[in-house]
């Protein structure tokens, strides 16, 4: 299949320009390319413009609330761990009301794919600050002179920190390395973050395409860079500023949820027949 | 009229065993063709509040709560103190020989028995022991069968040690309650003798995680909250026998989108939480709906409002349950009078869940959930799994293009579930046409937005006829005709039917109207019998008469009399006959 | 019966600034002497999808939506498709010069203009231009007075390129229009004068965020979301003048506990949000209840159910803000039918919270929020704040041992915030005694523990009667005798007063019962205007009569007809009007 | 004032033996040494049985709902910034409901000062696990054979990365160094993070005093710790098992959020006046 077949019906509403263009464009050819069963792929968005990609690919899709991707995704994996889990959301979707789920869900290490497209702006409401947005921007909920004052989230520490099994950073801006990077996330066994640096047209005046063009180099320029090396990744990944790294930083071989619950050992949930439960031994337990 | 029933009250800080004792008698008494009812209340302290249980046991049948023991056994002071005045005349008490009896007089008639009941040794041990010397003492006091406890007791500690130091302890107590005793005593006034079939003593929460294991549930997903932890707990339990997944969340947030991502892979889910929980899912409640993902919660209530009373009980949360989320749509919620009924209807939740696809919430009470009572085995031959409208990739390849949100008749559309070939779609909580595209402003669209939104509203309310169709959404208790007609619901049940008999002794002939279902509301059927009520008694466990009001704005009707009671303690028969007998008499 | 209004629609996706047109035209009225309304409409999208900017304009007064243009000006395909159907006979389409007009024809008796309203250049530029060249247009093709139109550019710009270039385009247009049309045409029929004195074109946003300054509130917290995140934007801009902090929270969950943080420290503080937002706060609604910290929280209700229709309108939410949170408390729910009452209610909203010590909800939604009338400056003389029984230091003094949550007849305990001498407190989610200290199982509060639990909640809806009496629970709008009496609450006010109007010069005498507030419900002046009907008629934006539920449940009056529209567009006066003539003619 | 200064007139309801007894000691202990004016300190609690630590102390306290502690903290602190604002929760609290919350506070660095009392369990509730106990952990929710499979929350070292400007671990068995923690986080302007050991008797046998006792030694018994080099706090704090490190892993000295808001420059929010606002000039905007 190619990379067409992987799209809807449906006419996108993204600005022209937005950089979930890429993203989208992206996501179909890494499809391709890992040659996907799209009826054994469940796409999981959450709400804002980056959600709307669910829109715009045909595999099954359930775009669900603001926020709520992963434990959403979570419940997909383990009724049906067969499944290829792919997510996307945006940076306030993830990193403010879903902070808590992913820290969760990294820790927890399900066979889950999450991509960040991190504009560092709220996009759909308009333009408020997010959690990612850099200190002093100048946003609808934090005017100018002052700009934000919260010290931004660096996705990719963060990630590392809480324990995901693969955490990378691409751009929306590159094709080719983006394609790569979500192929890479996805063949990945466990939970593999990649943070998308995504322009917003619209209102990220700041974050632009020009901005990152200058700023973006290759992890696997740097000599010697082990992804295998936690420490390493931390200290690398806390790069950002006239320099921002992208690449795989970190990739770790660890023991799915999945693969530790013995109940899901030679089926799935969802291949288990509904009924036929014998609840007799239940009933003399209490006698 | 004869003694209809024989109450034990145990009470002692948290510790020394008074509910384990409690249950290890009402199971010695079910064993042997004896009904009882255990009731545990206890504080949310881990030590050092005051833990009651209470034992009614009868030969016929029990229902419900009533707290009027014969017997008093007090481990510690405080259990003296609350309970002593509860006592009835002629009872006996008898109390840790530790416990100054003074300050607290017993009411007249009613025997002191001290007893060493706390044990000596280490302190943990010594505590735990108590539970077997209340129960020789019990023995001794009541000429309770020691023989059925004792099998009890071997029946409930399987390490050796543990259970000979027990039956030691019940021994050691029992001939030293019985020597000194002579005259003092309390006699159980029921013949004991072997159960012809087994029957089991269990408690609401038992009843809902069997009913959810009975219907295919394969997912769990919550975060502790009482009282609706036991459940969890159970699944848990049995997790691996039953090939059931269940996952801890970090809230109840991700608690409920799990259920959702279960349901919409196919999977049978159950979520349980309390009014706390339940405000926390909220808003996944509306995205279930309008995704139409089937889902099921078990909303147990505890007092409130807010963190309140998280032990207590009380039934101040059907409108949080009835309304909770954002704009309209449809949900069932259906709120078990009785163990029984939580099986039953616990199983029938989880179909129309799936059959309906909307949210299906069984809402019951920290009372009805903690109570044991005896239950015949459940038969299960006839409870029929139904999955409604989903769909075979069969059917799926010779009705392309497959539309998620097709409109029909009776508001349910066929469902594929991922690993479907045929079936792919998107399912979401925007408003969305037939196809789940999202239908706000985008060409395709937007034409005819208007059309597209009010579509999907009426599809969701015209399930609501069907679902009225096929559930028990009353149930009338007692005679089709009587001067009284009692209208409660939920864990209420219990003390109403208790209540109707006893009213009946007295001479006041009284029915009881059961509304089962709250949602969708049964008007029709609950008119039909309150069109032919000469006089009626509207009862409910909250200060607003939630159900009283569901009933008024759905037939304008208004019961005679009220008795709304929301002081955290579960209904009596005692208290709503004394409530009966005031209504008639005006 | 003369011409009441000019209605002006102008369409084009985002980017076009039809937006920003249709307000400066409005300003310019506004300014000379005329009444205006402007309604917005636009889709959850950034780019692409169809925006309309409505304004109507008149002499007299105007108090809604109606869909009925005079002139259209459409800058692309989808807004010349989507709206020409709409225009009135005699009317006049303006498009530009690219729109294809023969797919869609025009209704009999409507003039199309073409005119080049998308300018050459910068693709982004020549779209944001596009509104001046509307501007030009409309004042060609209507004679409205162009100067007034510059004056208003002049005012928006303050950027003197941006200015020029906007006003030569305007002037542009104006003449090549005027140049080409010769007769076509379609008159603006009022005429404008200066304004006498100065007058508002404000949202309900703006006048809820105004009400909020006026109040004293001096803290925000909230998260973005439609069609609430207008008022916390208004705050965070005027944050600094007006002393007050806006923090953006990381969610809806920590926004209002941060408001109750502040309330507990003495700080009015503003919440606003909408129903997906407001779900995440139920929890804490009834910890700010049972805690008794004052709480202020604008719900603008948008398309539901779910995510819904962000950018839609529907009056849906009401029974989540009534039930939301378990257990049962008082609160406060307004329902503001204008931007005078978002202005007014909003402050008296203030004084409720710290006067009862409760959660007071501003139940607005999309069409009010977002849609701008003519409001002449409010007078706040009279506004008086009053903070109830907030203590001080003296006070305390002279009381001690201070008691938080004393028993008092209205239910109202004495309030010390943190920093005063001898005002010492615990707050506590917990069901708790008079001292804040929780009840259950606690040595010191065991015994009576059931009469601790009634007694609060019975000290919660002791203040219902007192809110009651000071609160305009409804307005009687009309004569007060008529023939229909219509029910509306809420946005829907602005609609039915003008129906009321229409139908009085089709013979019908109709009067308007605007229930303002939904909490505590003000069922005796209900009834007191119901009782007197002689046939009524429910209005509301939603499917289930959400209104009329509760005022049935409260009072057992169900109306003899309903208007329910549930389609995401707000009502018309022509639409109501039509329902009139059904509803009497039966 | 002395420790018995700050205890409230009721009966605590802790087990015997629960480490809470220690933290309650403590923090009455601390706030004599720090001589805090009552009536100028709020204590904020969640819910659990570290929470009822409020019921026992005699400040300005506010028992909140289960896991929003720090919001409410962050209304009560810029509502009046001059107040003394020290947050009392267990580990589900805080890290279980409460984490999206807990890394955004961290960000905004508030003077506040938090104490996580670490039973590893939920307690109250009667034994479940938390986010914090250990893998394997057998509970009432995660029950043997297999116990907990998800990877525990280190608090330290998550407090470290998500920008926390005080990060120390004490202990509830020793009562002068969590003594002296708890005062030198309360003199810490900006977030300060205690993680407290603290032994649960009733729900976790595991992590029992003897268990900690066996294991905890003090950060500075190691030779040159820094507690301002970041990296090796990070570094240091993951240790967890057969020696668990106590002590101050790292301060910083940072703008506060209170300090970065030019509206609270010269007035608490609390004490300017309510009322007499003049909104002549927002009419006019609108005219
Ligand atoms: C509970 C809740 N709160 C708020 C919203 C409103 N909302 C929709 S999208 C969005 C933010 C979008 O930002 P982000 O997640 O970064 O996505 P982007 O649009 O930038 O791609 C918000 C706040 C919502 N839908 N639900
Ligand atoms: C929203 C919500 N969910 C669940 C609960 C029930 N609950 C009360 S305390 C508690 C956990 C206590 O654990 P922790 O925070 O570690 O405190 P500990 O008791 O161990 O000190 C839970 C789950 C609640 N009160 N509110
Ligand atoms: S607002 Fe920003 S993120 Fe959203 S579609 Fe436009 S450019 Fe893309
Ligand atoms: S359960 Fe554990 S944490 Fe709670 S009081 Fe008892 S010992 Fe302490
Ligand atoms: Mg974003
Ligand atoms: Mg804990």
């Not at chain 2, 209340?134 to 023989?147: H, Y």
């Not at chain 2, 919660?297 to 009373?309: C, E, K, N, V």
């Not at chain 2, 925007?430 to 595209?437: A, I, P, R, V």
């Amino acid at each position: 299949m190619s990379a067409k077949d992987f799209a809807s019906a449906y006419t996108s509403t993204w600005c022209p320009g937005c950089g979930n263009y890429g993203i989208l464009n992206a996501l179909k050819k890494a499809c391709a390319v890992l040659d996907l069963d799209l009826e054994q792929t469940v796409q999981v968005t959450g709400i804002g413009c980056a959600a709307k990609i669910a829109q715009y690919t045909n595999m099954y899709r359930i775009e669900t609330l603001h926020g709520r991707t992963m434990p959403v995704a979570t419940g997909v994996k383990l009724a049906n761990h067969h499944l290829t889990v792919i997510v996307d959301g945006g940076d306030g979707d993830g990193m403010g009301l879903g902070m808590g789920h992913f820290v969760h869900t990294a820790r927890r290490n399900l066979d889950i794919s999450y991509f960040i497209h991190n504009n560092q702006v709220y996009g759909l409401t308009k333009g408020q600050t997010s959690p990612t947005s850099e200190l002093g921007a100048v946003t609808k909920f934090s005017p100018a002179p002052l700009g934000n004052v919260e010290r931004p989230i660096n996705i990719v520490r963060l990630a590392l920190s809480v324990g995901a099994t693969f955490v990378a950073r691409s751009y929306a801006g590159d094709l080719t390395h983006l394609t790569e990077t979500m192929v890479a996330a996805v063949r990945h066994k466990g939970f593999s973050v990649v943070d998308i640096l995504q322009p917003c047209v619209s209102f990220n005046k700041l974050n632009s395409y020009e901005w990152y063009q200058k700023r973006v180099y290759k992890l696997d320029t740097l000599d010697g860079y082990d992804s295998s090396n936690l420490s390493q990744a931390l200290q690398i990944g806390a790069e950002w500023g006239e320099r921002i790294p992208i690449g795989l930083f970190y990739q770790e071989k660890r023991m799915t949820l999945e693969e530790s619950i013995p109940q899901l050992k030679d089926k799935t949930l969802a291949e288990r027949p509904v009924g036929g439960a014998d609840i007799t031994a239940l009933m003399q337990e209490l006698a | 009229m004869g003694k209809r029933d024989f109450v034990v009250l145990f009470g002692g800080e948290a510790g020394y065993g008074v509910m384990s004792a409690g249950m290890m008698i009402a199971k010695a008494a079910v064993r042997n063709s004896m009904q009882a009812v255990v009731v545990n209340e206890y504080p949310s302290l881990i030590k050092g509040g005051l833990n009651n249980c209470l034992v009614r046991i009868s030969d016929s049948p029990l229902t419900s709560f009533e707290e009027t023991p014969d017997i008093l056994g007090a481990v510690s002071q405080q259990a003296y103190e609350l309970n002593v005045a509860k006592v009835r005349p002629g009872g006996v008490v008898f109390h840790d020989v530790g416990v100054k009896t003074d300050k607290v007089l017993p009411p007249a008639g009613v025997t002191l028995v001290p007893v060493q009941l706390v044990q000596t040794g280490s302190a943990d041990m010594a505590k735990v022991m108590a539970n077997s010397a209340v129960m020789g003492a019990f023995c001794a006091l009541t000429d309770f069968s020691a023989e059925a406890v004792k099998a009890a007791i071997t029946g409930e500690f399987a390490n050796p040690v543990v259970q000979t130091k027990n039956l030691e302890i019940f021994e050691h107590t029992w001939q030293t309650v019985k020597a000194a005793q002579g005259a003092a005593g309390v006699k159980f006034p029921f013949a004991l003798q072997p159960s012809p079939s087994p029957r089991m003593l269990l408690t609401g929460t038992d009843a809902v995680a069997m009913g959810a294991l009975q219907a295919g549930c394969r997912f769990a997903a919550g975060y502790p909250m009482t009282p609706a932890t036991g459940v969890l707990v159970y699944l848990a339990d049995h997790a691996v026998e039953y090939g059931v997944v269940f996952k801890q969340a970090e809230d109840e947030i991700a608690a409920v989108n799990m259920l959702i991502g279960a349901g919409f892979a196919g999977v049978r889910a159950l979520g349980a939480t309390s009014g706390g929980g339940f405000s926390l899912m909220t808003e996944a409640v509306g995205f279930a709906a309008i995704a139409e993902v089937p889902l099921v919660i078990l909303m147990a209530q505890r007092g409130g409002p807010s963190t309140g009373l998280p032990t207590r009980t009380m039934q101040a949360d059907l409108n949080q349950v009835l309304y909770a989320s954002q704009g309209e749509f449809a949900r069932v919620i259906v709120a078990p009078g009785d163990v029984e009924e939580c099986f039953t209807e616990t199983f029938r939740a989880f179909n129309l869940a799936e059959k309906y696809q909307v949210p299906c919430f069984i809402l019951t009470d920290k009372y009805l959930a903690d109570s044991s009572v005896t239950q015949p085995f459940f038969d299960t031959k006839e409870m029929k799994i139904e999955r409604g409208k989903l769909v075979d990739e069969a059917w799926l390849a010779s009705h392309a293009p497959y539309l998620r949100y097709r409109l029909t008749e009776d508001g349910v559309s066929e469902r594929a579930i991922p690993g479907q070939v045929g079936g792919r779609h998107v399912a979401t909580s925007y408003t969305h046409g037939e196809d789940g595209f999202y239908s706000s402003g985008h060409k395709e669209y937007a034409a005819n937005e208007q059309e597209i939104t009010a579509a999907g509203i009426d599809k969701s309310f015209a399930k609501l006829p069907h679902i009225l169709a096929e559930v028990p959404g009353i149930k009338l208790h007692g005679p089709a005709q009587a001067d009284l007609t009692l209208i409660a619901w939920g864990s209420t049940k219990g003390a109403a039917l208790e209540a109707m008999e006893l009213a009946k002794e007295k001479g006041i002939s009284v029915n009881l109207l059961q509304i089962l279902y709250a949602a969708p509301f049964p008007a029709a059927s609950v008119m039909e019998v309150l069109t032919k009520a000469k006089r009626t008694l509207l009862i409910e466990g909250n200060h607003t008469a939630q159900m009283g009001v569901l009933l008024r704005a759905n037939t304008g009707f208004a019961a005679d009399a009220q008795y709304l009671k929301y002081d955290s303690k579960p209904f009596t028969p005692s208290g709503i006959v004394r409530k009966i007998q005031e209504v008639m008499s005006k």
